[in-house]
C-alpha cells in the first residue's frame, strides 16, 4: 500500500462536493483553509455543477501544497484526448499536484442528460484507459506522470483499478467494502474511500441530516447494486434508509467517534480517507473541518 509515485495525497482528504455553492473566490479560500489544517488533499466532484479541471486550476492557483483530485471526472464528458491534455496540463502547472479519478457516473448523468449510450460502461471504461494512453500531447508536459483512479465498487473495476490505473476510490461505501476492495486490488495499488460524517451527536438530528444527504444516491442503480452486495435488503434501502444502513454509511458524533470509522478504514486497507461533512444549508463546514483536523491529522 502507499502513494502513486510523484505524488502524497496523506493518510486524510477532504471530500468537498458543495463547493460548487461557492462563488469562485470563497472556494478558493475554502482549499486554502484545507491546506492550513494539514489535509493532504481536496476531491472535487463533477455532476451539473463547475467543470472539474478549471474548478482544480482555480484551487490549485490559491494553494501551495494541497493535492487537487477529481472524485470524479465523468469519462463521458469528454474525449480521452481532452481528459489527457487537462490532466498534464494541470500536473505541470501545479509542479505534480493533481489526482485525476475517473469514473463512469450514472446512468440518468450519462444516457438521460448527455445523450450518450450507457449500454456497455466497463468496457468504455476499459477503451477510454487506453485512448488516453495513446493521446498526442504535444506541450510541455510535467516531469512526473499525472496519477489516476478509478470510480470503483464492484470487482471488475476495482480489478481495473488496479491493473490499469493507480488504485481506486470507492464512493458511498463501508469499511466492510474497503476490505474487500484490498483483497480484491492487491496490496500495492491506492485505496482511497469516501467516508460520509455528520457531526452531531442527538441520534435523530444527525440521523435526519444523514438521509437528506443520502437520498441523492439511494436513487442511483449503481450505488444499490453495491449496498446489496454488501448484504443490505431492500427494507434498508427504502424510505431514505434504515438505521443500519444510515450508521453503515455516515460515521456520526463526536470528532473522536468519527476517527474510530476512519481509523476502521485505514485497518481495512484505505491508504487514504476523504471525509465529506454533511450539514444543514451550503456555506463553508470551516468550525467542522477544523474539528476533524484535530483529531485526525
Same mark, same amino acid.
Given at each position: 500500500? *502507499? ?13 468537498? *462536493? ?18 492550513? %489544517? ?69 446512468? +440518468? ?40 483512479? %478509478?470510480?470503483?465498487? *464492484? ?34 495499488? %491506492? ?41 443490505? *435488503? ?30 476502521? +478504514? ?32
Amino acid at each position: 500500500m *502507499g502513494q502513486p509515485a510523484g505524488i502524497d495525497i496523506g493518510r486524510v482528504g477532504i471530500w468537498y *462536493g458543495m463547493i460548487d455553492a461557492l462563488p469562485t473566490r470563497d472556494a478558493q479560500r475554502a482549499a486554502g483553509l484545507v491546506e492550513e %489544517l494539514g489535509f493532504g488533499a481536496l476531491w472535487v466532484a463533477e455532476a451539473v455543477g463547475r467543470d472539474p479541471f478549471v474548478q482544480s486550476a482555480n484551487l490549485l492557483a490559491a494553494t501551495d501544497r494541497l493535492v487537487l483530485a477529481t472524485g470524479i471526472a465523468n469519462i463521458y464528458a469528454r474525449d480521452p484526448m481532452t481528459t489527457n491534455a487537462a490532466a498534464r496540463t494541470l500536473t505541470e502547472s501545479s509542479d505534480n499536484r493533481f489526482l485525476l479519478g475517473l469514473g463512469v457516473s450514472h446512468k +440518468h448523468l450519462v444516457s438521460n442528460l448527455r445523450s450518450h449510450d450507457y449500454s456497455k460502461p466497463y468496457s468504455y471504461m476499459v477503451e477510454y484507459l487506453s485512448k488516453m494512453d495513446d493521446s498526442l500531447f504535444m506541450a510541455v508536459g510535467p516531469e512526473e506522470r499525472t496519477p489516476r483512479v %478509478l470510480a470503483a465498487l *464492484g470487482p471488475k473495476m476495482l480489478a481495473l483499478s488496479a491493473d490499469r490505473a493507480d488504485g481506486a476510490h470507492p464512493y458511498f461505501t463501508t469499511p466492510e467494502h474497503t476490505k474487500t476492495a484490498r483483497e480484491t486490488m492487491g496490496p500495492d495499488a %491506492l485505496l482511497a474511500p469516501e467516508q460520509m460524517v455528520v457531526l452531531e451527536t442527538d441520534a435523530d438530528e444527525a440521523r435526519r441530516i444523514a438521509r437528506a444527504g443520502m437520498a441523492v444516491y439511494l436513487r442511483a442503480p449503481n450505488y444499490l447494486n453495491s449496498l446489496k452486495r454488501l448484504g443490505f *435488503g431492500d427494507h434498508d434501502l427504502a424510505d431514505g434508509g434504515s438505521d443500519a444502513l444510515v450508521d453503515a454509511i455516515v460515521a456520526w458524533g463526536t470528532p473522536d467517534q468519527i476517527a474510530e470509522r476512519v481509523a476502521q +478504514h485505514h485497518d481495512a486497507g484505505a491508504d487514504h480517507v476523504c471525509v465529506q461533512v454533511l450539514q444543514d444549508g451550503m456555506d463553508l463546514p470551516d468550525s467542522q473541518f477544523r474539528s476533524l483536523a484535530d483529531v485526525l491529522l
